[in-house]
């Protein structure tokens, strides 16, 4: 069973600053099964990135995706207030059927 | 607009039983698999268990396996989770998702949960 480790647990930033968010898997997972989601308090789950690199619909190019193998990384250029949240990466494994979360990296102002 | 929109959570005694809905709207709902998410207060996210688009096929976390079921009425656009002894550690709230499938910039085929529901908050307690 695959295991997705999020690092740091919480990110204390100031607007304005990069994030780099890491996500890293236990074992190799493909990339087109890569997902990043961003929740904010009392909200559901959004989708932001998909196949590692690619934005969903209406999600602003601060934010950008990349990696593969075991090692995946989002990163939100210059935050907004907006981006303070939890962020959750995600991946689907086949063998059998299976989506697994990682456990979560919180973005909070400092 | 597409929308998904949970009912039936509620309070239930350790052993009792719960059936969630999900009713869709604003898009094909027979075309898509959907899945349960939850979230215990302050925790992250665990996929529950998914079905395909005719209903034909399903498969569950090994927490829930054999307690719960995963089914779904196409011509009502609703999807449903019934629970069955329930335990404290299934108290969450409970997400319903759509997951799209879509070919990435190398060709190969992905899926990504692109649209949730609200949410519905199950709680396990006497």
């Known amino acids: 069973e695959i295991v997705l480790t999020q690092s740091p647990g919480t990110l204390s930033l100031s607007p304005g600053e990069r994030a780099t968010l890491s996500c890293r898997a236990s074992q190799s997972v493909s990339s087109s099964y890569l997902a990043w989601y961003q929740q904010k308090p009392g909200q559901a789950p959004r989708l932001l990135i998909y196949?590692?690199?690619s934005r969903a619909t209406g999600i602003p190019d601060r934010f950008s995706g990349s990696g593969s193998g075991t090692d995946f990384t989002l990163t939100i250029s210059r935050l907004e207030p907006e981006d303070f949240a939890v962020y959750y990466c995600q991946q689907y494994g086949s063998s059998p059927p299976k989506w697994t979360f990682g456990q979560g990296t919180k973005v909070e102002i400092k | 607009e597409v929308q998904l929109v949970e009912s039936g959570g509620g309070l239930v005694q350790p052993g009792g039983s719960l059936r969630l809905s999900c009713a869709a709207s604003?898009?094909?709902?027979?075309?898509?698999?959907m899945h349960w998410v939850r979230q215990a207060p302050g925790k992250g996210l665990v996929w529950v268990s998914r079905i395909n688009s005719d209903g034909s096929s399903t498969s569950y976390a090994d927490s829930v396996k054999g307690r719960f079921t995963i089914s779904r009425d196409n011509a009502k656009n609703t999807l449903y989770l019934q629970m069955n002894s329930l335990r404290a550690e299934d108290t969450a709230v409970y997400y319903c998702?759509?997951?799209?499938?879509?070919?990435?910039?190398?060709?190969?085929?992905?899926?990504?949960?692109?649209?949730w529901g609200q949410g519905t908050m199950v709680t396990v307690s006497s």
């Open positions: 998702a759509r997951v799209e499938y879509y070919y990435d910039s190398s060709g190969s085929l992905g899926n990504a949960f692109d649209i």
């Open positions: 196949g590692a690199s």
């Open positions: 604003g898009f094909t709902f027979s075309s898509y698999w």
